[in-house]
Nanobody, 112 residues
């Protein structure tokens, strides 16, 4: 199992970023996928989740209405579209597959 995130970086408050997670080594379309984040000095928290077929999603209250999780089972990828970003969104973002499989994480910094 391999999960590789991309798309992070530095963005100004109010800006947008799209994170991608490319999966390999397993039957991607059979698994729920999640995005987590961990800010400095804080515990890792669930940001968003999507069912295997993409028909149902979940969002943490702090990102609901601003972030959108989606997936492309043909490309074996899951995405996190982040809009109206705030400094509190600054964190390392991780892609996760049920069973304890994590990506390496990617830094998102929201700052002016």
């Amino acid at each position: 199992v391999q999960l590789v995130e991309s798309g992070g970086g530095l963005v100004q408050p109010g800006g947008s970023l799209r994170l991608s997670c490319a999966a390999s080594g397993f039957a991607f379309s059979s698994y729920y996928m999640r995005w987590y984040r961990q800010a400095p000095g804080k515990e890792r928290e669930l940001v968003a989740s999507i069912t295997s077929g993409g028909g149902s999603t979940y969002y943490a209250g702090s990102v609901k209405g601003r972030f959108t999780i989606s997936r492309d089972n043909f490309k074996k990828s899951v995405y996190l579209q982040m809009t109206s970003l705030k400094p509190d969104d600054t964190a390392v973002y991780y892609c996760y597959r049920v069973g304890g499989y994590w990506g390496q994480g990617i830094q998102v910094t929201v700052s002016s």
